[in-house]
C-alpha cells in the first residue's frame, strides 16, 4: 500500500488547511485510514481515523476544529483543520491499516506550519 498526502504549508492562527491522502497499491483490505501528527520534540500522536462502516474516532486536542472524511471509491482521506492554533505544528501522516493490529502503512508526510 501506497500513501501519498498533501496540502500542508504555512498558515496563520485561525486559518484552515485540508490535508489530503491518496492510497494505492493493495488496498483491498484496508479497513482504517487516517492521521498522525509529529510535533517537533514530541511523539507522534493520533489525530484521527475513520474505519469502514462508518466509524470515526478523534484525538481528545481535536475539540471540533477537526473532520476526517473519506471517500472508498476515490482510495483517498481528507482532514479539515480550522481554527489552527501553533501548536497544530507538525508533521502530519497519512496511515493505512487493516486494523489496529495489524500492519500499519504510513505515508511520507506533510508539514503544517501554524505561525503570524
Known amino acids: 500500500v501506497q500513501l501519498q498526502a498533501s496540502g500542508g504549508g504555512l498558515v496563520q492562527p485561525g486559518g484552515s488547511l485540508r490535508l489530503s491522502c491518496a492510497a494505492s497499491?493493495?488496498?483491498?483490505?484496508?479497513?482504517?485510514m487516517g492521521w498522525y501528527r509529529q510535533a517537533p520534540g514530541k511523539q507522534r500522536e493520533l489525530v484521527a481515523a475513520?474505519?469502514?462502516?462508518?466509524?470515526?474516532t478523534y484525538a481528545d486536542f481535536v475539540k471540533g476544529r477537526f473532520t476526517i472524511s473519506r471517500d472508498n471509491a476515490k482510495n483517498t482521506v481528507s482532514l479539515q483543520i480550522n481554527s489552527l492554533k501553533p501548536e497544530d505544528t507538525a508533521v502530519y501522516y497519512c496511515?493505512?491499516?487493516?486494523?489496529?493490529?495489524?500492519?500499519?502503512?504510513w505515508g511520507q508526510g506533510t508539514l503544517v506550519t501554524v505561525s503570524s
Open positions: 497499491g493493495s488496498i483491498d483490505s484496508i479497513n482504517i
Open positions: 475513520d474505519v469502514s462502516g462508518g466509524m470515526t
Open positions: 496511515i493505512a491499516a487493516q486494523s489496529w493490529t495489524t500492519t500499519w502503512y
